[in-house]
């Protein structure tokens, strides 16, 4: 099922949503070792063993393994990641979301449930602005999950 388009009374539920369909899917079977980069957005459900730069939005599904680090537009995490650094415009966790990293973003958001262990900077933020904190209310197949083909 397609997500429908934001309007003004059906805004995208986060800043991460994304309207742009994934033209680089990498599905769960896959395992890439090297370095991925591009223009494209990626939606992730394999392994990756390796850096990633992708100037677009960049998806880590559920159940989905990222050893490396990753630089991205806007970074959705629902699996699972570990790198030195996560580098994003917008940075969400979902709350199946495990994250070893440091953060650097404009706007982070971690939802209850979700495990992070890394520090986050946020860029261009007022003194004492921090993560946001939410509580995942979307369907295993709203984020992304098992289920979504």
Known sequence: MQKPEPTET?????????????TTVIGPGITIQGELSGG????LAGRLEGDSRVEAHYRVR???R?????????????????APELVADKIEIGASGRVKANLDARVVAIAEGAVFDGRVHMRGGEAGCGPISFK???RPSERGGPSEG
Do not use: M
Request: net charge negative; hydrophobic share 35%; no cysteine.
């Open 66 to 82: 990222v050893t490396g680090r990753i630089a991205a537009t806007n970074l959705v995490v629902a699996g699972e990641v570990s």
């Open 10 to 22: 059906n805004q995208a539920r986060r800043f991460t949503d994304s309207v742009e369909k994934y």
């Open 40 to 43: 494209d957005p990626v939606d």
């Open 136 to 138: 995942e209310q979307r």
């Open 62 to 64: 559920e159940g989905a």
